[in-house]
DNA sequence: CGCATTCTCTACCAAGTGGTAAAGATCCTG
DNA sequence: CAGGATCTTTACCACTTGGTAGAGAATGCG
């Protein structure tokens, strides 16, 4: 049966959006029924509860998330290359899947259902980065400083993206490419003084 | 009756840390009201509606902004100085009134109810600013770049100095002045490169 | 075919929502 | 004290919410 991952996969593509554009709260499992052209028992027939559908969705992202990080990790580049290319990689995602900052977003919001989950499912990314950077510490390949701050102040930057970009759509300015490549560069200029050791 | 603007300013102060915490749709009423030991429809006698309600609360939160901001315009500073004064007096109010970065980021939000009638507010402080800084550049004090545009993302920025301190705390990590200074002297980074003709 | 599994539907419910109507309080003023 | 204005209350309502129970379709397999 094809169908289900199918109909599975647009529930979780239409929760997504809703989530990441009303919120959590601000969404009823009727509006994303409705939206897809079925009833809102089937939703609860393939994720329980209106949280297991939440969790889905937020494992799903951090999923996409953690998959395009590993992508360059198993890549070539190393040292501050390694940094540039993490951080280009996770802003063409960005950019690919618009939704997601969004959903980053509402869970990165205090008392948010989701954002315990978030960071669960994001901890082994982060806590592997931390190893691997304070190791480049330890040889001296970066400068020292407190990794977790770093990593948590990156993380911050690239969620406060989705933000903007909304506030200049608000404005009405359409958001160019030349915004966020400008927030990338930024990013990238924290982190070199931060890390690198040429500087 | 004393009483009056009292009970009002206790209901809006309510309203801003739970709408700037749980979000619009997340807030209830009736979570106010027991909050503050009284019944809801005391609520709705002074605000009519939750909508009404979240109006006055942006109302507020607005007038804080703009009032901490002619302060600066009423001072000395000039030119750049002008700028960075700003720019310290925003950081300073963030960080008096923590629940006010809570609520920037909930109307921030795309289809959030609020976010239309904020942008109203501000708006005339915007103009404001960018007429200001667009005559500043056309006597040759400060460098040709899109007004608009760098006031936005300048707004943004310090809207996501609220989504950082959540993340921070959510991770453990109790935020501490040092983070916040660092935002603030990145701003002051970006801003200056696109405006100091010293530079 | 018969049967079981998987999926989607209709029907319904308990709880919570924002909001209305109106009765009491409390206070100031003539 | 009488009466009006201001404020808070109790009582109630229409509606939406997430969730349950169970009946039908559709599909795969013996």
Known sequence: MADRSDT?????????ASFGTAGFD???????????????QTILYHFVTKRGLLNAVVDRCAGDLTRAMEEVLAGEARDWDRVEAL???????????PVLLGLLREVSRPNSPGAQRMRANLDP???RARIWIEGEMA??????????????SAYSTVVGVGTEIEVL??????????TVVQR????????????DPRD
Do not use: H, W, Y
């Not at 601000?26 to 809102?40: F, Q, W, Y």
């Not at 040889?139 to 400083?145: C, L, Q």
């Open 139 to 152: 040889v001296g390949r970066m400068r020292r400083t407190d990794a977790q701050l770093l990593l948590l």
């Open 26 to 40: 601000g969404t009823s499992l009727d509006d994303i029924a409705v939206g897809l052209g079925l009833r809102k």
């Open 87 to 97: 951080v280009r990689r996770v802003f063409r995602l960005a950019l690919d899947q």
């Open 8 to 16: 599975k996969n647009r529930i979780l593509d239409a929760a997504l």
């Open 169 to 178: 759509r608000a404005a009405g300015i359409e958001p160019t490419l030349r």
């Open 125 to 127: 990314l982060m806590a």
């Open 184 to 195: 990338r560069r930024e990013l990238l200029g924290f982190l070199r003084s931060s890390l």
